[in-house]
Nanobody, 122 residues
Framework: VQLQASGGGLVQAGGSRRLSCATSGRTFGSYTLAWFRQAPGKEREFVAAISWRDNITLYTDSAKGRFTISRDSANNTVNLRMNSLKPEDTAVYYC????????????????WGQGTLVTVSS
C-alpha cells in the first residue's frame, strides 16, 4: 500500500483547503483511510478517518463541523476538506491506512504516506 498526500500550502485564517491522499498498490475494500497531523513541537494526532467499503467516518472533536473526509473510489483517493481554518490547524498532515474499522490511534495504522504542510496565517 502506497500513500501520497498532497494539497498543503499557506492559507489565511477562515479559509479552506483540500488535502488529497492518492492510494495505490491494492484494493481497499476492508481498509480505513485516515488523516493525522503533527503541529510543531507536538505529538502526532488523529484528525479524521473513513472506512472504504461502508463510508463510516470518525472525527476528532476539533475537526467536527469544519472538516469533511471523503473517498473517491474512481480515483482511489481520500480527501480532507478543511473549512474555517484556524492558526492552530497549522501542521504537517499525514494520511494513513489500516485494515479494519476507523480508529483514532496511530498504533493501529500500518501504512503511512509522507506529510503535506498546511500553514494557517492569522
Amino acid at each position: 500500500v502506497q500513500l501520497q498526500a498532497s494539497g498543503g500550502g499557506l492559507v489565511q485564517a477562515g479559509g479552506s483547503r483540500r488535502l488529497s491522499c492518492a492510494t495505490s498498490g491494492r484494493t481497499f475494500g476492508s481498509y480505513t483511510l485516515a488523516w493525522f497531523r503533527q503541529a510543531p513541537g507536538k505529538e502526532r494526532e488523529f484528525v479524521a478517518a473513513i472506512s472504504w467499503r461502508d463510508n463510516i467516518t470518525l472525527y476528532t472533536d476539533s475537526a467536527k463541523g469544519r472538516f469533511t473526509i471523503s473517498r473517491d473510489s474512481a480515483n482511489n483517493t481520500v480527501n480532507l476538506r478543511m473549512n474555517s481554518l484556524k492558526p492552530e490547524d497549522t501542521a504537517v498532515y499525514y494520511c494513513a491506512a489500516r485494515l479494519g474499522f476507523p480508529n483514532r490511534f496511530m498504533k493501529f495504522y500500518n501504512n503511512w504516506g509522507q506529510g503535506t504542510l498546511v500553514t494557517v496565517s492569522s
